[in-house]
T-cell receptor, first 110, second 122 residues
Framework: GQQLNQSPQSMFIQEGEDVSMNCTSS?????WLWYKQDPGEGPVLLIA?????ELTSNGRLTAQFGITRKDSFLNISASIPSDVGIYFC??????????FGQGTRLTINP | GAVVSQHPSRVICKSGTSVKIECRSL??????MFWYRQFPKKSLMLMAT?????????EQGVEKDKFLINHASLTLSTLTVTSAHPEDSSFYIC??????????????????FGPGTRLTVL
């Protein structure tokens, strides 16, 4: 099925560094969502974006909904060990179903 | 954020038995819930869309007679894996759609996920 192109697939960084990941699509989405998933757990919603161009922050996390509605990025500033996990972007079109990116696995070296 | 619970969190069963997994939205009403399956190190794969009071909509390749879905109330959907076999072993996750209350508060349309159920079929 349709899937968003999420990159990078994995990141290995030092604690304190900033992180940036993005998702792109050939289709337009009405809503972009960013989730974080820890091993053995369900995804947890981080940020929801509803308007093209919208820039939203949640603590050290910042995400933007691309102006063309075909892309979004997520930034994490000053990473800490608990940021480790897999981050998924997800897009929602007119229908109810979410389309997911492949995920970005974040590993932090202390 | 909104809370979605799943029960049980993990289950081990014998081949040929049926297993029921519950998904509940605890602090909001969800007319629509979704059931996903996730393989190790992979993204979530949508199995079916569960609509309160009507039949579920299954994704292509998902057997509706094997994965029975019931959405009898605005806060509860169940997935029953019938005649389970080892290849059904997986991590099953539900989500519930939160559209807020019409005319109340800012616009919202998102999905909150449950913590998942690890199914192992021996």
């Amino acid at each position: 099925g349709q899937q968003l192109n999420q990159s990078p697939q994995s990141m290995f960084i030092q604690e304190g560094e900033d992180v940036s990941m993005n998702c792109t699509s050939s289709s337009i989405f009405n809503t972009w969502l960013w989730y974080k998933q820890d091993p053995g757990e369900g995804p947890v919603l981080l940020i929801a974006l509803y308007k093209a161009g919208e820039l939203t922050s949640n603590g050290r996390l910042t995400a933007q909904f691309g102006i063309t509605r075909k892309d979004s990025f997520l930034n994490i500033s000053a990473s800490i060990p608990s940021d480790v996990g897999i981050y998924f972007c997800a897009g929602l079109q007119g229908a109810q179903k979410l389309v997911f990116g492949q995920g970005t696995r974040l590993t932090i070296n202390p | 954020g909104a809370v979605v619970s799943q029960h049980p969190s993990r289950v081990i069963c014998k081949s040929g038995t049926s297993v029921k997994i519950e998904c509940r939205s605890l602090d909001f009403q969800a007319t629509t819930m979704f059931w996903y399956r996730q393989f190790p190190k992979k993204s979530l794969m949508l199995m079916a869309t569960s609509n309160e009071g009507s039949k579920a909509t299954y994704e292509q390749g998902v057997e509706k007679d094997k994965f029975l879905i019931n959405h009898a109330s605005l806060t509860l959907s169940t997935l029953t894996v019938t005649s389970a076999h080892p290849e059904d072993s997986s991590f099953y996750i539900c989500s519930a759609r939160d559209q807020g209350l019409a005319g109340v508060g800012p616009f919202t349309d998102t999905q909150y996920f449950g913590p998942g159920t690890r199914l192992t079929v021996l």
